[in-house]
């Protein structure tokens, strides 16, 4: 499996590609989320860094832009029940390694293998979507624990 690394040109194209206009704020998010993909930022975080690069943008006009993106499949977005909505840039199939203690995300990249038409002939089930889910403790979580304990 190839693995297709979105860069601020790709979003951009695929921005145009999907009749969304490419204005600074929405570039703004685009350059902080893939800035900070490795964090699966929330939109707080995305607002914060993207006003730095945008003095004009406002936390509504953040989210908006990031529904705007999902929608149109050109970000996910991860919903969770007990903190807020996350967003990433990577598409491909992947395990997300969520820490309990700090709240990161890492990508953990891997081909599952499931044949989903498999799946849905099966099952006559019609998959939309994927998303798994690792949960546990950083390396710098568990390290801190460690030496606290010491
Ligand atoms: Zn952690």
Known sequence: ???NVMTRESMIKQLKEKGLKVTPQRLAIIEVLLEN???H???RLLYKEAK???KSL???TTYATLNELSRHGIIKTLQFDKMEDRYEENLEEHINLICERCKKILDYNVSIGLDQREVAKKTG???TDTRLEYYGFCR???EEEESGKG
Do not use: N, V
Request: proline share 5%; with cysteine; aromatic share 4%.
């Open 37 to 39: 993909k490795d964090l």
């Open 140 to 142: 710098e979580c568990r």
């Open 58 to 60: 406002s936390l509504s």
């Open 125 to 127: 089930f019609s998959i």
């Open 41 to 43: 930022p929330g939109a």
């Open 52 to 54: 730095k690069k945008k």
């Open 1 to 3: 499996m190839k693995k």
